[in-house]
């Protein structure tokens, strides 16, 4: 069975400029998480899908961060523009629908690096 | 609203040596407990998880964890450690009673296995 897959694996890019990271869950895995992880600090929540609806977007940092998931398969999050401070690792995540406090499976990760 | 601690940041220890990395959470709802590990350029990986039942849990890779109640602690352990536990390892609380509820992570421990 396949992994969760992140693309691209690093991604450098100016101040100014838009990025869509990209997330292909675990087939048939409803629920879908993004992830980031700022400058080695904790991992932080940014938004949850269940099949192609926000779940919950309750820690997507500003407007300029858009995540969409069309058709419920893979999701796509853009940074338009982004900033500085948007660096990190985003991680992307996916579990089973019906397995309550079961676990999710990440994938490896973007760095995204913005100068 | 939990928050999980990870008090040490980095923690070196000799090959076959024990090892604990201790992890407390706070919160007002009863939570699921998790470890995982991110190994050098991989995706986070499932250690061990608490859901309910014996509060001592094991998990792959000889690891294990026991969950205290009373001291909202969730300690990773392992009685020996080998070269290839060297990683990354981050400890994780979700609500128990909010379905597929995203993960509130701790800042990580980086564990270093010296030769």
């Known amino acids: ?115 | 609203a939990q928050s999980v601690t990870q008090l040490d940041s980095q923690v070196p220890v000799f090959e076959e040596a024990p090892v604990e990395l201790r992890c407390n959470y706070s919160s007002s709802v009863s939570v699921y407990l998790f470890w995982y590990v991110q190994y050098p350029n991989q995706g986070l990986q499932l250690l061990l998880k608490y859901l309910s039942g014996s509060t001592l849990v094991k998990g792959i890779n000889g690891f294990e964890a026991e969950f205290n109640k009373s001291q909202t602690s969730f300690h990773l352990r392992k009685p020996s450690v080998h070269i290839s536990d060297t990683a990354e390892y981050f400890c994780a609380v979700s609500d128990r009673d909010n379905y597929g509820q995203n993960f509130v992570f701790g800042p990580g421990t980086r564990l270093s296995v010296l030769p």
Not at chain 1, 33 to 57: A, C, N, P, T
Not at chain 1, 75 to 102: N, W
């Open chain 1, 1 to 115: 069975e396949a992994g969760v897959t992140q693309f691209p694996s690093h991604s450098v890019i100016e101040k100014g400029q838009t990025v869509t990271l990209r997330c292909d869950p675990i087939s048939g895995h409803d629920n879908l998480y993004w992830y980031r992880r700022v400058m080695g600090k904790e991992i932080k929540f940014l938004l949850h899908f269940v099949k192609e609806s926000k779940q919950d977007e309750s820690g997507m940092p500003n407007n300029r961060f858009l995540a969409e998931r069309t058709g419920g398969t893979y999701s796509t999050l853009k940074v338009q523009p982004a900033e500085l401070e948007d660096s990190g690792v985003y991680f992307c995540a996916s579990s089973h629908g019906h397995d309550r406090g079961g676990e999710q499976y990440f994938g490896p990760g973007t760095r995204l690096t913005v100068t």
